[in-house]
Nanobody
């Protein structure tokens, strides 16, 4: 069983930065590809970024390219989402999720989410 825990959310002004963290208790995160997703009020959950087990592959949705960076420190059992140049439209609950196969579409484990609010 993998229990994912997100942290690092908060309130920030437009143009500011936040770094989200995703860690796990139980089985080490090194066995999993990890993705970040977000869900804004009244909208469907959307993919933000993903990273494979050894950090050699990353994928981003177009709206965050050049602003967000996903990374991982397997020694610390943590995946990060560095968010720069934040915009009000980035406001959402951010979730991390884990899956075995980077190329697969199905994520097996999800965290509870952390709120990110960007004020204009």
């Amino acid at each position: 069983q993998v229990q994912l825990v997100e942290s690092g959310g908060g309130l920030v002004q437009a143009g500011g930065s936040l770094r989200l963290s995703c860690t796990t208790s139980g089985r080490t995160l090194i066995f999993y590809a990890v993705g970040w997703f977000r869900q804004a009020p009244g909208k469907e959950r959307e993919f933000v970024a993903s990273i494979n087990q050894d950090a050699t592959l990353t994928t981003y949705t177009n709206s965050v390219k050049g602003r967000f960076t996903i990374s991982r420190d397997n020694a610390k059992n943590t995946v990060y989402l560095q968010m720069n140049s934040l915009k009000p439209e980035d406001t959402a609950v951010y979730y991390c999720a884990a899956k075995i196969f980077y190329s697969g579409t199905q994520y097996d484990y999800w965290g509870q989410g952390t709120q990110v609010t960007v004020s204009s």
